[in-house]
């Protein structure tokens, strides 16, 4: 079993920025891949950014060149720092884990078998 708990969601203004965090635990795997997603009231859920175990990462167009997935593996946490927000994202946010996974990791939500509870992220126009 793997744990994911995210935190610093909050209310901030269109052009604002917030860094969101996720913190993991579970069993050892040398693979794995980790997501952001993200689900907007009356959408559905919505892969933003996906990192693999090396690091790499997958972003859609939407968030490319205003948001930054990354992770630390000495503090088993993952990261997510939007800037330059916009009204549409807002939604609630989650962190996920596919674990094992090799290969490319896959930017749908079922692909992942680890989630957490969310975190509310609100931009004001």
């Known amino acids: 079993q793997w744990q994911l708990v995210e935190s610093g969601g909050g209310s901030v203004q269109a052009g604002g920025s917030l860094r969101l965090s996720c913190a993991y635990s579970?069993?050892?795997?040398?693979?794995?891949?980790l997501g952001w997603f993200r689900q907007a009231p009356g959408k559905e859920r919505e892969g933003i950014a996906v990192?693999?175990?090396?690091?790499?990462?997958t972003y859609t167009d939407s968030v490319k060149g205003r948001f930054t997935a990354s992770k630390d593996n000495a503090k088993n946490s993952l990261y997510l720092e939007m800037n330059s927000l916009k009204p549409e994202d807002t939604g609630m946010y989650y962190c996920?884990?596919?674990?094992?996974?090799?290969?490319?990791?896959?930017?749908?939500?079922?692909?992942?078998?680890?989630w957490g509870q969310g975190t509310q992220v609100t931009v004001s126009s």
């Open positions: 990192i693999n175990s090396a690091g790499g990462t």
């Open positions: 579970g069993y050892s795997s040398s693979t794995y891949c």
């Open positions: 996920a884990a596919r674990v094992p996974w090799g290969g490319r990791c896959p930017t749908i939500g079922s692909a992942y078998n680890y």
